[in-house]
Each structure stands twice: as C-alpha cells, then as structure tokens.
C-alpha cells in the first residue's frame, strides 16, 4: 500500500512513516503541500495522510482543491481540532475519515487500511474463510480473530490458497505466481513455506492447509463459510 | 437509500433512526442480532450501522458477515481504543464511540455512502442537474428546485449509477423499510413528478418498458414529450 503522508510536524511524521515502513507500506512524507502536485504526478498513491494545519497551503485548502479537480484518493485527515463542527466540515468536503491527535498507532492503521480498503478502484475487501481473514491491502491475516504475522512471501502463498476457496492450487502455479517466471525456486522451498505457514497457526483453530500429494495444496476452513 | 440500523431498544439507536430519516434515507432498525441477519439474508443496505454491546463476538461477527457486502459504520461502547480496534479488526469500515455527536455520525455516513459508488464527494451530477448530498438539495441549471425528502432521494438512487436500469422493485426496496405498506404505482408517481420538476434539465429519467427506470444523461426527444407530462405516441 502507498501512503502520501503531509504532516508537517518532524517527529509526528517520522514516527508514522516509520510506523509505515515497519508494517510493509510504502511511505512517502512531505512536509508542506508545496510539493503536492509534482508528488502525486509521479506516482499514484492509495491514500493520503493530511494534517490540517500546514503552512501556506493548509491541509483543508489542499482537500477542497483536490476535490475541485477530481482527485479522488482516499483522505485520512489527523488533526489536533477536535471540534465537531470540523470534523463534520471536512467529512463533508470530502475527507473520508477524521482522526483526533493524539492517537494510538494502532488506531491509526486500522483507519488508514479501513479509508484505503474502500478507495477508488481499489474496492478489496477482506478475503474471509472460515476463521482466517486476510486484509489484502494491509497484508495483515487474522484467524479466529487474532493477528497472525507472516513475511510476505507466506502471505502470498496463503492469500493464492484463499483466493482458490476450497480449490486445489498446483504446486507450479503457486511457485509460478509467488516467486515468478525468473526465480529459480525449487518445489522444496515451497514446501518450506507451506510448513512455516501451518507452525503459525494457532491451536485449536478449523483453519488448516492440506497436501494433496503430488498435485498441490488447498485450504480448508471448518465449515462455517 | 436504505439502511440496516443494529441497536438495543432506546439510545442511541432512537437518534440515529430520527436523524436518518431526516437525511430522506429508508431505515430497517433491527433489535438483535439474529434478526439482523435475517435482513441481511434478503435486502441489499446502503450501509450498515451496528452497535457493539456486552455480547461482543456476536456483534463482531455480524459487522464480518455485513462488510463483506456493505460498509459498516460500528459504535463501539465507551472511549477506549480497544472496542474501536475490534471493530476495525473484524472488518469495520469506520468506528465511533458511544457517546457520539449526531452531525459527526451524520458525516460519516454520508462519507461511507458516497464511496460506495467511488464518489469522494458529497454531490452527485448529470450534465447540468446536480445533487447536494449534504444539503439535501438539487439544481438544475445552478438553480435550486424544489423537491421532497422522497424525491431527493429516488433521485440519488438514480444518479448513484447513471444510465443503470434499476427495476421498480429496486427502488421500492431502497425507498422504503420493511414497516413501510408502499405500493409499486408509488415509484410511478414520484418519477412522473420528478419529471415535472426536472423539465429544464438535459439529464432525464427514461422508462424501459418492462423492466423499470435509469437516469441518463441527455434525455431523447420521445421521452421528453412524456417528462413534460404530455402524453406522445412512440
């Protein structure tokens, strides 16, 4: 996911790119909307972070001339104005969620996924089966309700099994769309992989992945999807 | 647009339901969970608004079931960030606290409903006919017409998804809760005054024989004669 993060407080903004960084995301922060138009030029971005009071060119500035021109990416607005009457103008000036500084990391991020997950075009839901829930965006996988972190080639393989449903993957089509056409994996790391991501499920849970000896893997959920 | 309202008898569920209404949105305000899913079983929501109380798992597992097709709004019970987080965890579109201010719930609302059709603002157009979803109001030509709370909000409907042919049935169903007795002529009537009141626009509601209506952008000359109310052979 790529966030454009506009905050022009230094150790706030390090802190989330950071924060960003550390959960897989792509990060870029600038510290005024000076250089706004030239940044989302370049290169497309999820979402944006935007802290109202900026210099020059304040951050409610910034969304109504974006909204103006039909730049529809998502809005996550961090502000220390807690009025109501704020929130509620920039809501409906077309900022898709508000949150109140200070604020927990966590909560942070759960927006941030929740007003990406629902932008233009990217309309990705989480990928549910059973008790596993996989937030494709995020890259976060949750199972009977509890986080579970997997490197990103574990993740791959694991939403390539939830993508298939009850299906069987082939081997080759799992290492075909995981590792590409130039890597050369063997099947056997693919295994190792397929280990990995079992030893992290939790005790107890319906959520398993089963060999199909000789053709491949498929995930199996309880029954309850 | 109708929407699916989970709370316990009382507040703050009385409020939202009032405020809803109020915005010209159909209402179906489910007590319990498990009736809750039933709805969700037959009718498509706009949007889904739950509350969150003692009976967690079971609130959280019906904000799963409900984000899969449609936004979910959850109130979390008390301040602290872990409700917040919960919900946000089982799939939550947003999240407020309980207590809230009504106009912020409101805003939110507008600002889950309006991504729905990849909208980042709160004003729908077609040519020069355009609607303030904040507002409530509808211009035409920069000129504001007046329109009841049931028209706006056929009229949103349509312009929603423009040139979508959306059956009368439909938009019965968007219309009205499951309380309300409408009968299908009720749509009939209000596209015909809808019409009326929209003559000056280039956009234009169009009848597909059989199936039901679609806005479209530039109205043709048949169906003009029956939106200016005159009745013209095909």
Redesign the interface.
């Known amino acids: 996911m790529k966030t454009l993060l506009i905050e022009d407080n230094v150790e706030l903004g390090d802190a989330l790119k950071a924060h960003l960084l550390r959960s897989g995301h792509h990060c870029i922060w600038l510290e005024s909307t000076a250089d706004f138009d030239k940044t989302i030029d370049k290169e497309a971005f999820d979402v944006i972070v935007l802290d109202l009071m900026l210099p020059r060119v304040s951050g409610s500035q910034l969304l109504n001339s974006m909204?103006e021109r039909?730049?529809?990416?998502?809005?996550l607005i961090i502000t220390a104005r807690s009025e109501?009457?704020q929130?509620?103008r920039h809501?409906?000036?077309?900022?898709?969620?508000y949150l109140v500084k200070p604020f927990?990391l966590?909560?942070f991020s759960?927006?941030l996924?929740?007003v990406a997950?629902?932008?233009?075009?990217l309309n990705q839901?989480?990928v549910?089966r059973g008790g596993l829930?996989i937030d494709p965006l995020a890259r976060r996988v949750?199972i009977d309700?509890s986080?579970v972190e997997y490197v990103r080639r574990e993740f791959q393989i694991l939403l390539q099994l939830a993508h298939a449903r009850e299906q069987t993957v082939m081997r080759s089509a799992l290492v075909r769309n995981v590792f590409g056409y130039e890597n050369d994996i063997s099947e056997n790391a693919l295994e190792i992989y397929i280990s990995r991501i079992r030893r992290k499920f939790p005790d107890g849970t319906d959520v398993a992945i089963i060999t199909e000896r000789g053709v491949g893997y498929r995930l199996t959920t309880g029954n309850d999807q | 647009m109708r929407i699916l309202l989970v709370s316990t008898p009382g507040q703050p569920g009385e409020k939202i339901a009032r405020s809803i209404g109020r915005m010209g949105h159909a209402v179906d305000w489910e007590k319990g969970y498990a009736s809750a899913r039933d709805a969700i079983a037959v009718q498509d929501y706009a949007l889904g608004i739950v509350e969150l109380r003692d009976d967690l798992s079971h609130a959280l597992g019906l904000v799963s079931a409900l984000c899969a097709r449609t936004p979910v709004l959850a109130l979390a019970n008390g301040a602290r960030t872990r409700g917040r987080l919960e919900a946000f965890r089982a799939g939550a579109d947003d999240c407020v606290s309980i207590p809230f201010h009504q106009d912020e719930l409101d805003a939110r609302v507008r600002a889950l409903i309006r991504r729905r059709h990849g909208n980042a603002v709160s004003r729908l157009s077609l040519g020069d006919l355009i609607l303030d979803q904040v507002g409530r109001r509808v211009y035409v030509k920069g000129r504001a017409i007046a329109l009841t709370r049931r028209e706006v909000a056929l009229l949103e409907i349509l312009l929603g998804e423009p040139d979508k042919v959306f059956p009368k049935s439909e938009l019965l169903d968007q219309l009205y809760g499951f309380d309300s007795e409408a009968a299908p002529n009720t749509i009939e009537l209000y596209v015909a005054r809808l019409r009326r009141k929209l003559f000056r626009a280039t956009a234009g509601i169009r009848t597909v024989r059989g199936i039901g209506y679609q806005i479209v952008g530039e109205i043709d000359d048949w169906t003009a004669g029956s939106r200016s109310g005159v009745k013209t052979a095909p």
Request: negative net charge.
């Open positions: 909204r039909r730049i529809a990416m998502p809005v109501i009457d929130r509620v809501l409906d000036a077309g900022a898709d969620d927990e966590e909560e759960s927006r996924n929740a997950r629902r932008g233009v075009g839901p989480l549910r829930a949750f309700g986080e």
